[in-house]
């Protein structure tokens, strides 16, 4: 009898040590599965998408971006124009005519005349240099959408990735629950342990399934909002290449930081050319005291009504459009552009206090977020290991309770998740870094591979 409980027990502790080394296998799969395990191809037969070929599609397709990169390229368009002269006036006058205005056959004597307005010097250059701020503005605009677009590519590729990982946590986790519920069943065969503690198992692993399901369902919703990033839609088939990712541990200056958002992030640059802008609107306003000019050259038919040709004589004319309202009118336009000047540079120091408040704060989350990753990583997740290991081989030789073994396996896999979400949080986070500082172009996001 007892020889038959020790080759009992034998078998006991020889399943649960296999459970163990599976444990083992599976988490450290779990830590990095190769891309090529999972990479499917596209359905045109090229490689899976890649985020640099994300970022270019979404930089080329994206309809809200292409929207601003035209309204940018219309607003550039305004510059000549608005630099140009005006456009001269052909007129013609028929004088005298008998009878009535109209009797243009009548006619005596006919004059036409080109005239052409001629603008005090300054005027045209000051105009054209304010609508190329206003276009500056635009494409600062444009700089800035398109930042926070890419970023919020990154973060959803990001996300999708640690949702990957996950899934693959969850089966492994399913692999576990399954060995665990066989271990019972062999366990209560031998009246060793309660038939309840196989349905709990059974409980956990239908729970485990259940979370399968939801994390499966957002992989899916980040896949889509990833299509609608990059102009398709959002029910297209759309293959990621997976990739191992961690965060680096390498942590910049702050104050380097800080320096960099002050010449890239675009509001600072909008901010900057607006001031610009309203310097050049001062100065517009002051040359509005100054009078305008127009010449026109008249040429007197010896054929009228319409002999253009044979002119007997000929004419000039000079006009002076006088701002009689200086002391008031012209006045007031100064002032006004003067005030918008004041009130524009206030809001420059408000964006660039903005602008330091968010690398700040950016910054600190993200620090914060990788101290959490290794405190993870370093010690609650390896001592939820080595618990649920101790665990698993006091069971199976009876030294400790079902509850004691899915307490700790409950432990290990809520560090598990914890570990694979401070990763992705540590990510997304220098993302949010780069997207204040104004400088997403690193591809990789701060991440080793």
């Known amino acids: 009898m007892f020889g038959t409980f020790r080759q009992n027990k034998t078998r006991l502790g020889l399943l649960f040590l296999s459970v163990i080394s599976t444990t083992t296998l599976v988490s450290a799969q779990t830590a990095g599965v190769p891309p090529s395990a999972t990479a499917v191809a596209r359905s045109d037969g090229s490689s899976p998408w890649t985020l640099n070929a994300l970022i270019d599609e979404l930089k080329r397709s994206n309809p809200q971006l ?3 990169q035209g309204l940018v390229r219309a607003v550039q368009l305004g510059v000549e124009p608005v630099r140009a002269p005006d456009n001269p006036v052909f007129s013609v006058t028929q004088n005298p005519v008998s009878y009535n205005p109209f009797a243009i056959g009548t006619s005596q004597g006919m004059t036409w005349s080109v005239s052409q307005n001629l603008p005090w010097p300054g005027k045209k250059r000051l105009g054209g240099e304010i609508v190329q701020a206003q276009a500056d503005v635009v494409k600062a605009q444009a700089e800035a959408l398109q930042i926070q677009l890419v970023g919020q590519l990154k973060a959803a590729w990001s996300s999708w990735h640690q949702l990957q990982q996950q899934t693959r946590l969850l089966r492994s986790q399913i692999e576990r629950l399954d060995q665990i519920k066989q271990a019972t069943q062999l366990r209560y065969a031998q009246n060793a342990a309660a038939y309840a503690d196989s349905i709990n198992a059974q409980i956990n692993q239908a729970q485990a399934k259940n979370d399968l399901l939801g994390v499966e369902g957002q992989a899916r919703i980040l896949v889509a909002q990833i299509n609608g ?12 290449l997976e990739d191992d990712l961690s965060p680096s541990r390498d942590v910049p200056i702050l104050e380097g930081l800080r320096n960099m958002a002050l010449e890239r992030n675009p509001a600072i640059k909008a901010s900057k050319y607006t001031i610009q802008g309203a ?9 509005g005291g100054r009078p305008d000019f127009n010449v026109s050259l008249l040429f007197n038919s010896a054929k009228p009504p319409w002999g253009f040709v044979n002119n007997d004589s000929y004419g000039i004319s000079l006009g002076v459009t006088i701002p009689l309202w200086y002391a008031r009118k012209e006045k007031y336009l100064i002032d006004q552009a003067k005030a918008q000047l004041i009130a524009i540079r206030d ?3 408000s964006v660039r206090q903005q602008a330091l408040v968010g690398v700040d704060s950016a910054y600190l989350q993200w620090t914060q977020s990788l101290a959490q990753l290794k405190l993870l990583e370093e010690r609650v997740l390896e001592q939820a290991k080595v618990a649920y290991r101790l665990s698993l081989a006091n ?5 400790a309770g079902f509850v004691d073994l899915m307490n700790a396996y409950t432990a290990m896999n809520s560090a598990e998740i914890a570990t694979m979400q401070a990763r992705s949080a540590a990510i997304q986070a220098r993302v949010a870094l780069e997207t204040v500082v104004g400088s997403n172009d690193d591809v990789n996001m701060g991440m080793s591979k």
Do not use: M, N
Not at 229 to 240: H, M, N, Y
Not at 279 to 287: P, R, S
């Open 66 to 68: 292409r929207s601003t």
């Open 229 to 240: 990033l990059i102009g398709r839609s959002s029910a297209t088939p759309l293959q990621l």
């Open 279 to 287: 310097q050049k609107g001062v100065e517009l306003a002051e040359l």
């Open 347 to 349: 809001s420059d120091d």
């Open 395 to 399: 069971y199976s030789t009876g030294q």
